[in-house]
């Protein structure tokens, strides 16, 4: 058997899992790679504090990044140092040095994905990054292969499990955003700093990478509409309820358009918002900090992928998957393939305007209670070809203003905008209006 000499950037949580499974697995890997697999080096900035699980005096420790990707011998770079730099360096120079990489560092590919797979494909190594998106669920593999011969219209679902387990502790519980987001760090599935989960942009960096896999369309960050869950309220879970609904925070990419005369050029939507979803979807029930995808392909239909969106070992499961099918490779001196890497298809989509979007729409007006007011509330609407499918008025207050919830029939995202505009300026309006998307047809 060959050995395979393997270099690991970061002994944090991802990273302490990797040396677990290596550990308490190593013959079962070993087999099934067909080759020797040696911890040559570990790398990190904290060589000292402990690693719940692991004996550091047993582990090839060093603070010496630079010393790993310039060791020859090592064949494999593990990145799990995370954030934009100096990770992207790292990895530049690992792939200029000829060493296959894996990474589960979903920002940096989501920010400078293009690049990095460009210098692969010049140097003719893998990047690999099962565990970057959705922790222990073999997603990116299965839209890499197990669907290539699918034309792929839909990518969509739950990926973040911080935002799930939040707006799951509101729907179950009926506790306000703010005390739950605190239980949600007490218990360690939210960072002490919880901006890229709770504002959807940890969402957005996934979605990125599985538009740039799905549809072969590369989409910048900046053109991912991208809204958090700060603004979901126990009162409008509570309609949402009795409308039949749940919600939860969608990162939604759909091919749409190009079929049948007249439709215009086909271009794919792509964005992340708090959705409003039938209660009787898959999606709706899944809870915690679990995730769920569906994907749609014109030959296979509607898959739904389920599991342990992160977490040490789940995560750590993705790394080995990537590093032992690379592995594999090395042994059996199986060159990397180009293909395999992202890229922009000569049938790359281009990103639908988001002003073009078409879906239902949840509305929940403050207004005073007096004669009229939702006449115009429904004038404004009908002006901008909206139709309303459903109604909600309660409560009567002489002195305070009362909701008025409404859900729409399908509508566009650029009429509904302008719908509220109008209807945020009606005197009676006490307050700007809250609307959500809905997706999944009626509940």
């Not at 393997?6 to 944090?12: A, E, Q, V, W």
């Not at 970057?132 to 499990?161: S, W």
């Amino acid at each position: 058997m060959k050995d395979v000499r393997i270099g690991l950037l970061g002994l944090g949580t991802v990273g302490g899992g990797v040396v677990k499974i290596l550990e308490s697995r190593r013959a079962m890997l070993e087999e099934r790679a067909g080759a020797r697999l040696v911890l040559a080096t570990v790398a990190d900035t904290d060589l000292t504090r402990p690693r719940e699980g692991l004996d550091l005096k047993t582990l090839p420790l060093t603070a010496d990044a630079a010393g790993v990707l310039a060791d020859p011998s090592i064949q494999i770079v593990i990145e799990l140092v995370g954030g934009l730099e100096p990770a992207r360096t790292f990895i530049l120079k690992a792939l200029q040095a000829g060493k296959h990489v894996v990474t589960a560092n979903k920002a940096l590919l989501a920010h400078h994905g293009a690049e990095l797979y460009d210098e692969a494909r010049r140097r003719g190594v893998t990047l690999a990054f099962e565990a970057a998106v959705a922790g222990g669920i073999p997603l990116i593999l299965a839209v890499k292969e197990g669907l290539v011969a699918n034309r792929i219209q839909a990518v969509f679902g739950i990926v973040n499990g911080t935002s799930n387990y939040i707006l799951s502790k509101m729907t179950d519980e009926g506790l306000d955003f703010s005390l739950v987001l605190k239980d949600a760090q007490a218990q360690g599935y939210a960072e002490a700093d919880p901006t890229l989960d709770i504002e959807g942009m940890d969402s957005a960096h996934k979605l990125q990478i599985l538009v740039s896999l799905a549809f072969r369309t590369f989409v910048g960050l900046k053109d991912i509409h991208t809204e958090g869950i700060t603004r979901v309220t126990q009162q409008d879970i509570g309609y949402a309820r009795e409308l039949g609904y749940r919600i939860k925070l969608l990162a939604i990419a759909k091919a749409s358009g190009g079929e049948g005369q007249g439709a215009g050029r086909a271009a794919v939507e792509v964005r992340v918002h708090p959705t409003m979803i039938p209660a009787s979807s898959p999606l709706a029930a899944v809870s915690g900090v679990f995730n769920a995808i569906f994907i749609t392909g014109d030959a296979v239909g509607d898959l739904m992928f389920y599991g342990r969106g992160a977490g040490q070992l789940p995560t750590a499961s993705a790394v080995w998957a990537d590093t032992l099918d690379i592995a594999r490779r090395i042994a059996h001196d199986i060159p990397a393939l180009a293909l395999e890497l992202p890229s922009a298809g000569p049938t790359a989509l281009p990103r639908k305007p988001m002003d073009e979007i078409r879906c239902c729409y949840y509305l929940r007006v403050m207004a005073q209670d007096r004669p009229g007011v939702l006449s115009k509330v429904a004038g404004i609407l009908g002006d901008n070809n909206i139709s309303i499918a459903n109604v909600i008025q309660k409560g009567r207050g002489k002195r305070e203003a009362v909701p008025v919830v409404m859900l729409s029939h399908e509508a566009r995202e650029l009429d509904m905008r302008n719908a509220l505009a109008a209807i945020d300026k009606l005197p009676d309006v006490a307050a700007a209006t809250t609307m959500f998307r809905v997706e999944g047809g009626p509940a």
